[in-house]
């Protein structure tokens, strides 16, 4: 829907040609509205223009990107930053200078640099290396496209300092608050200062007091991503000034949310909109502009080829002489994936030349919904971990299903729940399911939205029931309605008190699971277990038992000893696994048995890292959870 603004501007545009200075969001000077929208960027079809993108985009040399978001400004001369007046060093930056504005040796016909460059070029684009400059290349180089260089100078001075620097800011990767880091720089900046007079032109990087040092990370697939934050929580906002004027403000929110999300979902950084603290307390600023734009050193090119870039202390642009449209719009450019890619690029990843990567240079037009890729995500992975943190229970949900023929199926799904979230795990791909998490009352309806202590499906030839035990209370559930039993058929209305349902059975739980194999619960409280037989409805005799003694450790010491988060029997893997905090123990089955005897029965085998057997179960900030819900 085209908002007020947008129905002003576009009556605006139909009545009186040229209108642009209508545009009310663009930069208070006035600079952008002297570029009218219409202006096409010039294509490239001559080697001076050629020349001007191989220098721009880093084939000719390196580039060094960061570098230039400062270029023009003002190097402080005392730069610590307590006894720093802000105002007294901003100051208005010179005339600027638009990187590959220089001009041009006119003898370029025989320069070997650029014929290099393009074959570079080319290499990397996967086109015929030709070096020169024929009508693949220029097509290849005329795509709309990322304005960050495909090759950076890879700056380390940027860390500027010791080994000890580093090794705090990968510290402070893990342990994270803000106010430690906030702590840390100031420390760290000051005894760099004080030993080594670094020339700082990312004063501004000081003053607003920001952990972003580069960390370099391995090589993987070829490719190096820099951590750029050291915290887990980061703070995003669309820039009042810079709204764009295509899409609505409440469009181009719901965008950036969803492009958050997808980042979110698959890693352990969580973004929170933030549209009420000082500005410099934002991780990242978005905003929208044409040609000069939000004091940015870089000048966007009008419509056609760069159609936004990012910088790696959190600023992303978007030239607004693009055609920006919704998700799955069957023309222009879709803002969706222009905001994932761009962030990719703030949070650390360069360019990677793979197909079916968000990270691709070039604009990939996609017709059906597009979503971060396996390597993708590891790559995002890589540099921030995987996901960690414990659940509040894990289990396979079972249910009776027909087939469009009449014939009776029996499905299973995974499920990992955590206070008031869930996800589906599909085992298939091992990963979640796009979308997740979601809140559980949206999902599962008429069971307690909050910290199930466990889940366990009752399946023999009798009896078919599904329960969810939370505090001294348990549900049975209606698979089939998909909703829990106000009253199930037997006449038992529900919640009920554990200690009617099974008695023997202590409340609250820590967790439980049906064994089909013995058509037992193993209720877990403590450090104890027990066993309750479904067909004679009673507790089995000789318990409880000690954890430790009916699940030994088969390596001393490595046991989760009590207090458990889950237990969970897999369908996908016929094994039963032990949850807590970030590890699992899986339990000695008949396999693990026939391939050494030794191992004792029930044994638990040493415990792993959930994040290394089921992927991708990350946390999302509670301000983007609710777009898809
Ligand atoms: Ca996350
Ligand atoms: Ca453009
Ligand atoms: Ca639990
Ligand atoms: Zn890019
Ligand atoms: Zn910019």
């Known amino acids: 829907m085209l908002s007020c603004i947008q129905l002003i501007a576009l009556a605006c545009v139909t009545l009186i040609a040229r209108c642009e200075a209508e545009k009310l969001f663009h930069s208070r000077d006035h600079t952008d509205v002297e570029i009218p929208a219409a202006q096409q960027t010039a ?30 400004a003002p190097v402080p001369v005392n730069d610590d930053p307590a006894t720093m007046d802000i105002m007294s060093l901003i100051r208005e930056g010179d005339a600027l200078t638009r990187a590959g504005e220089d001009s041009v040796p006119e003898d370029s016909m025989q320069n070997p640099e650029y014929i290099n460059a393009l074959k570079e070029f080319q290499k990397m684009y996967n086109l015929p290396v030709t070096g020169e400059l024929d009508d693949t290349t220029k097509a290849a180089m005329n795509k709309p496209r990322c304005g960050v260089p495909d090759k950076e100078a890879n700056d380390t001075s940027m860390v500027n300092g010791t080994s000890s620097d580093l090794s705090e800011t990968h510290h402070n990767s893990t342990a994270g608050s803000d106010a430690q880091s906030l702590n840390h720089t100031q420390a760290g900046n000051a005894t760099a200062d004080s030993t080594e007079p670094v020339r700082r032109k990312r004063f501004l990087e000081t003053l607003l007091v920001r952990k972003r040092k580069k960390r370099a990370v391995d090589n993987m697939f070829g490719l190096t991503g820099q951590m750029a934050f050291s915290k887990k929580m980061l703070k995003w906002r669309l820039i009042g000034e810079g709204y764009s004027s295509q899409l609505s403000i409440d469009e181009q929110r719901y965008i950036f949310r969803l492009a958050f999300r997808m980042w979110s979902e698959i890693c352990p950084l969580e973004f929170e909109e933030d549209n009420s603290s000082p500005l410099a307390m934002i991780d990242m600023r978005l905003g929208f502009g044409t040609g000069r734009h939000l004091g940015c050193t870089q000048t966007f090119d009008g419509a056609g080829r760069e159609f936004a870039h990012a910088w790696y202390l959190g600023d992303i642009h978007f030239d607004d002489d693009e055609h920006f449209t919704a998700p799955n719009s069957d023309n222009g450019i879709s803002l969706l994936k222009v905001a994932v890619h761009e962030i990719g690029h703030v949070l650390g990843l360069p360019h990677i030349y793979r197909t079916g990567s968000i990270m691709q240079p070039s604009y990939i037009p996609q017709d059906s919904d597009f979503e971060i890729d396996w390597l993708d995500r590891k790559a995002i992975q890589h540099l921030y971990g995987g996901c960690v943190g414990p659940f509040s229970t894990v289990f396979d949900w079972i249910r009776k299903d027909r087939t469009p023929y009449g014939e009776l199926v029996v499905r299973f799904n995974t499920y990992f729940f955590r206070d008031s979230w869930y996800w589906l795990y599909e085992n298939r791909n091992n990963r979640t399911r796009y979308g997740d998490p979601i809140a559980l009352q949206v999902g599962w309806h008429g069971i307690p939205s909050d910290g199930i202590d466990g889940f366990a499906h009752v399946w023999t030839w009798r009896i078919d029931a599904a329960y969810f035990f939370k505090g001294t209370q348990y549900w049975r559930y209606d698979s089939e309605n998909d909703q829990a039993y106000t009253e199930d058929p037997e006449g038992r209305k529900y919640p009920r008190l554990i200690s009617e349902g099974f008695p023997g059975i202590p409340s609250p739980i820590d967790t439980v699971f049906y064994d089909r194999r013995d058509y037992k619960m193993y209720f877990f409280k403590d450090s104890l277990v027990y066993a309750f037989d479904v067909n004679k409805n009673q507790k089995v005799s000789g318990f409880p038992k000690r954890l430790t003694d009916m699940f030994p450790a088969v390596v001393p010491n490595d046991h989760p000893a009590g207090n458990l988060d889950a237990v969970y029997f897999s369908y996908t893997h016929n094994s039963v696994f032990f949850f807590k905090g970030m590890y ?29 057997q089921w992927y991708d179960i990350c946390n999302v900030h509670s301000s983007v959870l609710k777009i898809k819900s």
Not at 47 to 61: N, R, V
């Open 43 to 72: 294509l490239i079809i001559d080697q001076d223009a050629a020349q001007q993108f191989l220098k721009k985009y880093g084939f000719t040399k390196p580039v060094n990107w960061e570098e230039t978001q400062y270029e023009s």
């Open 584 to 612: 699992f123990w899986k339990v000695v089955d008949n396999p693990d048995r026939l391939k050494n005897p030794s191992l004792p029965y029930n044994g638990l085998m040493p415990r792993q890292n959930v994040a290394n």
